[in-house]
């Protein structure tokens, strides 16, 4: 997949936050910029790929470095999804040197954190080598879910839910809750949101009860590989099927065999590490 094939980040999506996290590094001012580079001089940065990685994010950042100095230029060499070798330079940067260097931090930080979570998304998609959909989750950081379901998509794995409001999903403490699986799935279909009706079922006799309230989508969670597979042997032709918990990329291509529906991967936006991209300037024209 490259960067062509995914629909761009909205610009609302990224500028606000990038703003507050400009604010937030720049309580109290660049202190060393401002002593020691010249008012006015101009410079040009580059950023290296200084590891192997998938990229994801170079808007949020080219907004970082622009609402530093509104007049910079950049100059991507790759775009979102496009794979990068260890070395290679990613974009330019010429401005203000001084602005450059106050939204450094910010940018990379962006970029780092969203390439990290498309290398990962990269990966697990190679690992299912298409046998099933690999889906990212809920568990983000707080206030960038958008970003990071954006990086997600840019290493070619698919979003699940955005929000509560897009999808109705029962887990145990709704069935809890509601006294029984087949109790819940009722009211969510008395709800009447037209919604597909997902149960999580963290047994076999669960996965039972799920297939006869009726559910759409069975989460098959935390199961055993042998357990996972009769699940889905059950599901087969009553329900679709969604893996989760555990799920590595040691253990994806056994899981992927089984052939669910999804395989959902919380690591993907919760774990994934920071790729190592550096800002290295010079002066500019």
């Known amino acids: ?107 990379l930080n962006f970029l780092q954190r969203l390439s990290g979570i498309a290398t990962a998304a990269r990966r697990y998609v190679a690992a299912a080598d298409g046998r099933t959909t690999i889906l990212d989750t809920r568990k983000t950081t707080p206030t960038l879910r958008a970003l990071e379901k954006y990086a997600v998509r840019a290493g070619g794995a698919a979003n699940h839910r955005y929000g509560l409001g897009d999808g109705l999903l029962i887990k145990d403490n709704h069935v809890r809750l509601a006294g029984s699986i087949r109790e819940a799935v009722s009211r969510a279909r008395a709800a009447g949101r037209g919604m597909p009706v997902e149960v999580e079922a963290q047994s076999l006799a669960e996965v039972d009860e799920a297939l006869d309230a009726g559910a759409d989508v069975v989460l098959i969670d935390n199961l055993s590989d042998e357990q996972t597979g009769e699940a889905i042997a059950r599901c087969r032709g009553r329900a679709r099927t969604e893996v989760s918990g555990g799920v590595t990329l040691g253990r994806l291509p056994a899981l992927a065999a089984l052939a669910p529906t999804y395989v959902s991967v919380g690591a993907l936006t919760h774990s994934a590490p920071a790729v190592d991209i550096s800002f290295e300037m010079a002066p500019g024209p």
């Open 1 to 107: 997949m490259t960067g062509a094939a995914f629909a761009p980040l909205d610009p609302a999506d990224y500028r606000d936050v990038v703003r507050r996290a400009l604010e937030e590094d720049l309580d109290g001012g660049d202190v060393t910029s401002d002593a020691t580079v010249t008012p006015g001089q101009r410079g040009r940065g580059e950023l290296h790929a200084r590891q192997a990685c998938v990229l994801a994010g170079i808007e949020v950042a080219a907004e970082a470095f622009r609402q530093r100095d509104a007049e910079a230029v950049m100059r991507w060499r790759r775009r979102d999804g496009e794979p990068c070798a260890a070395g290679e330079v990613i974009a330019s940067v010429e401005g203000l040197a001084a602005a450059l260097l106050s939204a450094e931090r910010t940018a």
